[in-house]
C-alpha cells in the first residue's frame, strides 16, 4: 500500500466538567464526547526522500516536528525501525484551536493509518496506549462515537449512538489558549455541573428534548465573560429554535442541536449575516 486516504472526525463535547486538579498539572475531567460529521482528510503516502514531511493547506499550522500527525508517524516509525519516507498531507476542516481535537483527531488517523501501512499489527488499545503519549483526547479520537471520558480524557467508556438531530457548529473569530481556559476555572468553586448519569440515561432512552436540556459546559464560566461573542452566539442558536447550544471543549466553538433542519438552516443563514464566525457547518452526529 503506497497511499492511504483517511478521514480525521472532529468531536464536541455534550457535557463537560471539571472535577479536580492534579498533582501533575492536568485536571481531572467527567465529559462525554460525540464525533460529528466534520472531518480533516488526512492522507499519507510513500515517497522516495527520507523522512516525514507534512503538507498542509493552511500557513497557520506547523507543518514540522510539532504538528501532532508527525509526532505520531515518527513516534511508530521509531519504534518500528521504519525507515520508509513518507509524506503526510492534511487538508483541515475542523477548526485549528476549536475545542474540536482537531489536532488529536489528525494523530489518531495518522496512527491508525501508519498501523495499517506498515502492517504493524497494532489492536486499537494499544494505539491507545501510544496515542495518550501525544494528547489526552488522543485515545478517544481513535475510539470514535460516543463515549464518558474521565480522568485527563483517557478513560474511556463508550456509550450508545445519540438520538439524530441536526447539528450547527459555530467557531468564532477568537483564539482561546486552552492554559487560559485551565489556569482560571476553580474545581472547587464551580456551581453548576452537567448531571453526565441523566446525560447517559437520556442518550439509552433516545431522548433528545431530555439531553439538550441537559447540555452543559463548565468551562463557559471562564470563556464566556472574557469573550462576548460566544454568548452572542448561543442566544441566536436559541432565538432561531435551537434545542440548546453551549460551547465545545475549551471554545471558542459552540454548537447548537435542532429537531427540525430548516431552524438549523436559519441560524446558519444568520451567523453568516452577520459575520460572526470564522467557520460554520450544518453537521450530525456520526458513529
Ligand atoms: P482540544 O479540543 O483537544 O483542546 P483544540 O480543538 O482546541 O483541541 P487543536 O486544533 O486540536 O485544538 O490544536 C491545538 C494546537 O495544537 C494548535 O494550536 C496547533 O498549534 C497544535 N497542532 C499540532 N498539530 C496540529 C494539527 N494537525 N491540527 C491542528 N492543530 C495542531
Known sequence: MDKLELKAYGKINLGLDVISKRPDGYHNLDMIMQTVDVYDDVILTKIET???????????????????????????????????????????????AGGMAGGSSDCAATLMGVNRMFDLGLEKEELMERGVKLGADVPYCILGGTAIARGIGEILTPLPAPPKCHVVIATPPVSVSTAFVYGNIRPDKITRRPDIEKMVNAIKEQDLYQLSELLYNVMEEVTVPKYPIIQDIKDIMLEDGALNAIMSGSGPTVFGLYDNREKAEKTVEVLKAKELTRQLYLTKFIQ
Open 50 to 96: 527520507d523522512g516525514i514531511v507534512v503538507k498542509t493547506d493552511t500557513t497557520i499550522l506547523s507543518n514540522g516536528k510539532d504538528n501532532l500527525a508527525y509526532m505520531a508517524a515518527m513516534s511508530l516509525m521509531e519504534e518500528f525501525g521504519i525507515r520508509q519516507g513518507l509524506e503526510i498531507k492534511i487538508n483541515k476542516r475542523i477548526p485549528i
